[in-house]
């Protein structure tokens, strides 16, 4: 069996993110790494929306990103530490809208390993050098320059290895223009490793070390180093020369120090605290992540804590030493990964998990009544200065970036009956948990909506000249009648725009520089800018059945199928071409494409027939009317549409290709290319797309055309980034649209749904998924969904965490504390301050919540309905009471016949490490009230913690720690009846198929284990060679099994052919089971049959259909919110062409910061029989000749593996 695996949903989690003037231009960028992926964003200035210019997939863990400018440049590089052993130095190509890469060199071995450098990278402030350093030992200095032509030099590297020696961190220290200087953060384990009684590792002092590079004997030499009091996590460089003091700001756990060289004393602050804070007062406080901003007269830093709250750090300078540090409480924002200050006043934070946002800062802060905290106020060592969080008051929420990550469970199902399953996924940590419902779809913006007298047919927007940004009216056609409505501050109906209401309208478009169109079935109104008419009336009794129009030419069908054609001349006027042509056939639409820049006409005319055929026609002036092809159709075309598409957004390179698109009348969306020179059509594509005839229309979208198709669901055709995208929009069915543009709304669509005029923006352009929101109160484990009723059973599970009630007591011990301390006089004061500590309530979501300690849970059972987005009971457990598991199943022997149990595994004062616990319980419950609410039966007690459970005819199977049981209905509790103990480690899933279930270990792979109704004994016949830590695990078939691992891998396994599941647990017939060891396992050994590296950690696998009619997929999604599929290759003529393809890609396009594509989708065990379609699809993303290179290579055409890409991905899915 061959695989092909696809990305459906890249991940949305941000590691790192940088900012810099990467396109060369005023305007500051943000590149960001999502682990495996590199991407660029602009952040729009005047709407405040992030918008993603480019994305692009590595191959490789991306460890870390730096800016890099030389000095006097005005662009700035990117310089990549990554997996590849290489340090690689990336250019941002505005006009190709790709990444270049400039310089690539390599230093050491592939892999994140602790000695090979690329975890950490620092640059000289003035653009001289670039330090990249390991984890321990090495760290490698490169010398930046320009050669004559001024492109990028790079040097040979410089070492400045010790070995025995931790790094923390780095950092460039600007020291101006003298020698470039590094420091670092360091810890020298080489006495404590030979120290047996482990004294010295206690003893072990954290130094910071600088390096300098002395560019006159170009090497590196460790300048200076001294001793740490505090354990430090973080440096921050300090601007120097003439902006600044320099030296290196170093923070550490409580506290944060100024050093730098000379006579400068250290200057040491402590990190403020919340006042009144339910945490536990001997945890330290960290900074988890800095951001700095200089302009030419000032600087400061943002530093955020790991609650959440942000600081402002300045530093009081007395002749170039620094005399105190200042802090003050900025404002509180979700705990981040990583976050940015541009120039222009954003704040972008990369959220550690949940949605990123985009914040404006409104103030910095100086001149409000928040207390500032100095290293100058007197304070005993161990004591801190105490703040009040609160609401934002400097920083303004204006974007959000949805994200998934971490995706932590997932079912698809169509619950809400649409055809199309949903995904239901539990996302994100703690407080800030929600679960999303994904649909396949653009999200629309409703902009405005209002109702129309009557049943409109159509609607157009028009401009009265080509120089006028904006429309001019919106224009709405009735069964008799013809609406104008005016764009202004409102839209408001006019009678004076030479528009003739008394009629149906066919068509209304702005015609030459200046003039209006409109066709109506007796003739057509040509409107002038100084408000003359010009009208052609039909002639006999004929009248106009189809039209179409561009800027400079009319054509129209009369009853009969004439076709009569209209061109405009140089004065403005309309004329007619002397002859006129007959069909032979009645004309059911027309299509003309635009005129192309610097042309008088356009060539073409596509008419489609009610002979289910669609012919070009010439319009050229040497042989007008003649026809040129003909495209014979499956049923009646509908409509048509012709658009140059495949343009880059920002007048890119490429070039553009014209398509006709045509509407079937059975629902069919058809593609076809169409030859600028002869009219020839060629590599046909078509989608189904729902019930009702396609209609089409053509509407700008981000500046470029696009094509809206409208059948019983709405999609849009268009081309982003480098690639074709046809999606469909999550809207109510539309009848009619135009492209909109006012100024309110620069790139919208009108359109008509019933009798109502909608207004519409469409913004997430690439987004495969639009998604609903529910807030969740805990980390979410595990859900299950009732069938019957459609509601969803969800347990949340949160480690160090209070429960509602301990948090009250907690609360209150404290107010107590509060009143206690105080003295007599300050007892009233006291009193009032403890009342306002009890009644304020800070969103948690928000400002995190309290950290209880190690082994304190908090854990609850939430019944929602999906659909109605509401939660319709929440039990609550106690303190210290966690769940992991929960199914839904039926008992055989249930008092009453048919009744739906639902089981909770929980466990009590579980601890992690060690993993211990008091023991757990398995609570039953009855689902009542048309699974509304539950009731508990009994609960049951068992000796360690139920990780996994699951229906097996009519019992429960139970993983209780490593033990498989099953369970069966009694009346106190459930009753054992089964057991086998020969799991080594810990079971983590459970799944059954007939007779066989598959139970997962977390450290060695999985097991096949049969039951034996007769002996009632559960006997393990099959497991893996290879030790798997299986997060995820799924049946195939009754022979074949999928296992996801926590680091990465997918592997399909496979009973071998002449196995048996009748094998004997114990051939010597004394029945002493559980005598036998477990060194050799089972007697029969899985077959590897697919292995492949995915490279994210995998929390969902489960065969789904993603599209209606579609084949099965193998889904999964992962920690960092990737969703992705494997399917299987149906003939081997497909699997030789995408193996070939796979190899040339290799080689042509190989990964951006190199590493091997091979050695990564190999990293743990070697890639086998599947085939990266995510390489594959970088083929159309090649330049034009290297993709007919390629195709040679394939004995096809360029336009025939493109085909081929497209089909394997929407046979399947979108």
Not at 15 to 29: D, L, M, S
Not at 210 to 227: A, F, I, Q, T
Not at 621 to 636: G, V
Not at 983 to 1009: M, T
Request: with cysteine; net charge negative.
């Amino acid at each position: 069996m061959f695989l092909y695996h696809l990305t459906l949903q890249r991940a949305s989690s941000i590691y790192t993110c940088i900012h810099g003037n990467f396109a060369g231009t005023k305007q500051q960028e943000v590149v960001v790494s999502r682990g495996k992926i590199l991407e660029i964003l602009r952040i729009d200035q005047n709407t405040g929306k992030v918008i993603q210019l480019f994305s692009t997939e590595v191959f490789g863990t991306i460890r870390s990103l730096i800016p890099f400018r030389l000095t006097g440049g005005s662009k700035d590089y990117i310089v990549v530490g990554s997996d590849s052993g290489k340090i690689t130095i990336l250019e941002y190509n505005p006009q190709k809208n790709i990444f270049d890469r400039v310089h690539m060199e390599t230093f050491g071995k592939s892999g994140c390993r602790r000695i090979v450098p690329g975890q950490y990278l620092a640059v000289d402030p003035k653009g001289r050098a670039v330090m990249i350093a390991a984890i321990e030992k090495q760290k490698l200095v490169y010398i930046m320059n320009r050669d004559d032509q001024a492109r990028l030099t790079i040097s040979s590297p410089l070492e400045a290895h010790k070995a025995n020696t931790i790094v923390f961190d780095c950092c460039g220290v600007d020291v101006g223009f003298e020698n470039p200087t590094f420091a670092c953060l360091e810890l020298d384990y080489e006495e404590a490793d030979g120290d047996p009684t482990g004294e010295a590792a206690q003893m072990a002092q954290q130094t910071l070390t600088y390096y300098e590079l002395d560019l006159g004997l170009n090497h590196v030499v460790r300048k200076y180093s001294e001793p740490l009091e505090d354990h430090a996590n973080m440096l921050i460089s300090v601007p120097g020369g003439n902006e600044g003091p320099s030296g290196v700001l170093i923070c550490s756990e409580n506290y944060i120090t100024y050093k730098n060289f000379g006579d400068q004393p250290d200057i040491r602050c402590p990190i403020p605290r919340r006042r009144n804070d339910l945490d536990d007062h001997e945890r330290g406080m960290l900074f988890v992540c800095t951001a700095t901003h200089k302009t030419k007269s000032m600087f400061f830093f943002l530093a955020q804590t790991e609650q959440g709250d942000v600081f402002k750090i300045t530093l009081e300078v007395d002749e170039d030493s620094v005399t105190e540090i200042k802090l003050k409480y900025f404002d509180t924002a979700p705990v981040c990964s990583s976050f940015v200050v541009l120039k222009t006043g954003f704040l972008f934070l990369a959220s550690e998990f949940g949605n990123h946002y985009l914040y404006q800062i409104a103030h910095l802060g100086e001149d409000d009544d928040e207390p500032e905290f100095s290293s100058a106020m007197p304070l005993d060592e161990g004591e801190t200065f105490f703040f009040q969080p609160r609401p934002l008051k400097n920083l303004v929420l204006v974007d959000e970036m949805e994200s998934l990550a971490p995706i932590l469970h997932c079912n698809i199902t169509d619950l809400a009956n649409e055809d199309t399953p949903q995904l239901y996924s539990v996302c994100g940590r703690g407080p800030r948990s929600t679960l999303r419902v994904l649909r396949h779809g653009l999200e629309v913006s409703e902009m405005a909506v209002s109702d129309l007298p009557g049943s409109p047919n159509a609607v157009w927007t028009v401009r009265k000249s080509i120089h006028e940004e904006y429309d001019s009216y919106i224009i709405v056609s009735f069964v008799n009648a013809t609406l104008v409505l005016s764009i202004g501050e409102t839209v408001e109906e006019v009678t004076d725009s030479g528009f003739l209401g008394t009629t149906p309208t066919l068509s209304c478009s702005s015609i030459g520089n200046d003039a209006l169109l409109q066709i109506y079935p007796d003739g057509i109104r040509h409107i002038r800018s100084d408000r003359r008419i010009n009208e052609w009336k039909t002639p006999g009794k004929k009248y106009i059945v189809k039209c179409a129009v561009n800027q400079r030419q009319v054509v129209i069908a009369l009853t009969g199928g004439e076709l009569v054609y209209f061109e405009m001349d140089q004065t403005g006027q309309l004329n007619e071409y002397t002859e006129r042509k007959d069909m032979n056939s009645e004309v059911i639409c027309m299509a003309l494409p635009r005129v192309p820049p610097g042309e008088q006409r356009a060539r073409f005319l596509a008419v489609g027939l009610a002979d289910e055929t669609v012919r070009i026609i010439s319009l050229d002036t040497s042989d007008c009317l003649s026809p040129l092809s003909t495209q014979a159709l499956p049923a009646r075309p509908e409509s048509l549409c012709i658009v140059e598409m495949g343009q880059q957004e920002e007048g890119g390179t490429n070039s553009s290709t014209m398509f006709l698109n045509i509407g079937l009348s059975i629902g069919v969306l058809t593609r076809t290319v169409m030859d600028t020179v002869t009219g020839e059509l060629s590599d046909t594509r078509t989608r189904y797309l729902g019930t009702r005839a396609v209609k089409l229309f053509r509407i700008p979208v981000h500046g470029v055309d696009a094509v809206l198709a409208i059948s019983s669901r709405t999609w849009l055709s268009y081309f982003y980034q480098s690639r074709f995208h046809l999606s469909p929009l999550s809207y109510d069915t539309l009848e009619y649209a135009c492209g909109f543009s006012s100024e309110q709304c620069t790139q919208g669509v009108v359109a008509i749904s019933t009798n109502t005029l909608r207004i519409l923006a469409l913004e997430k352009l690439g987004a495969v998924f639009n998604q609903v929101t529910m807030p969740l109160k805990y980390t979410p484990r595990k859900f299950v969904i009732d069938e019957e009723s459609s509601n969803m059973i969800l347990i949340e599970t949160d480690h160090n965490t209070f429960t509602e009630n301990s948090k009250n007591q907690r609360k209150q011990q404290i107010a107590e504390e509060m009143v206690e301390t105080a003295d007599d006089e300050s007892k009233m004061e006291a009193a009032k301050l403890a009342e306002q500590f009890l009644s304020e309530d800070l969103p948690e979501e928000i400002f995190s919540s309290p950290k209880a300690g190690n082994g304190m849970w908090a854990s609850q059972i939430r019944i929602l309905s999906p659909i109605k987005q509401e939660t319709l009971e929440i039990i609550k457990f106690e303190q210290n009471e966690a769940a992991f598991s929960v199914c839904i199943c039926q008992f055989n022997n249930s008092p009453v016949p048919g009744l739906t149990y639902v089981v909770i595994g929980t466990s009590r004062d579980l601890s992690l490490a060690p993993r211990q616990c008091s023991g757990g319980f398995l609570y039953t419950y009855r689902l009542v009230d048309d699974g509304s609410h539950m009731e508990l039966v009994h609960k049951t007690p068992v000796d360690d913690v139920p990780t996994a459970l699951c229906p097996f005819q009519g019992r429960l199977l139970v993983g209780v720690g490593k033990l498989l049981r099953i369970y069966d209905l009694g009346k106190k509790k459930l009753l054992r009846k089964c057991e086998n103990k020969h799991i080594p480690n810990l079971i983590v899933g459970i799944k059954c198929s007939g007779n066989r279930i598959l139970a997962s270990d977390n450290q060695e792979s999985i097991h096949f284990v049969k039951y034996k109704a007769g002996e009632n004994s559960l006997v393990a016949f099959a497991d893996d060679t290879f030790p798997r830590w299986v997060t995820q695990a799924t049946m195939l078939d009754y022979y074949t099994a999928a296992v996801g691992d926590k680091f990465g891998n997918l592997a399909v396994l496979r009973l071998p052919q002449d196995s048996k599941d009748n094998v004997e647990d114990d051939p010597t017939g004394n029945k002493a089971i559980w005598d036998r060891g477990l060194l050799n396992g089972a007697s029969q050994k899985l077959d590897m049959i697919n292995m492949f590296h995915i490279g994210e950690s995998l929390t969902y696998l489960e065969l789904a259909t993603l599209i209606p009619g579609g084949n099965e997929a193998l889904v999964y999604t992962t920690l960092s919110g990737t969703i992705g599929m494997f399917v299987p290759f149906t003939s081997r003529e497909d699997i030789d062409f995408f193996q070939h393809l796979e190899m040339h890609m290799r080689n042509e396009a190989p990964p951006l910061c190199g590493r091997d594509h091979l050695s990564y989708r190999s990293s743990y065990i070697p890639v086998k029989a599947t085939i990266d379609g995510d390489l594959c699809e970088q083929y159309n993303s090649l330049e034009p000749s290297k993709r007919k290179a390629i195709a040679d290579e394939l004995d096809r055409s360029p336009s025939e593996v493109s085909k081929k890409l497209e089909d394997m991905r929407t046979t399947y899915a979108f």
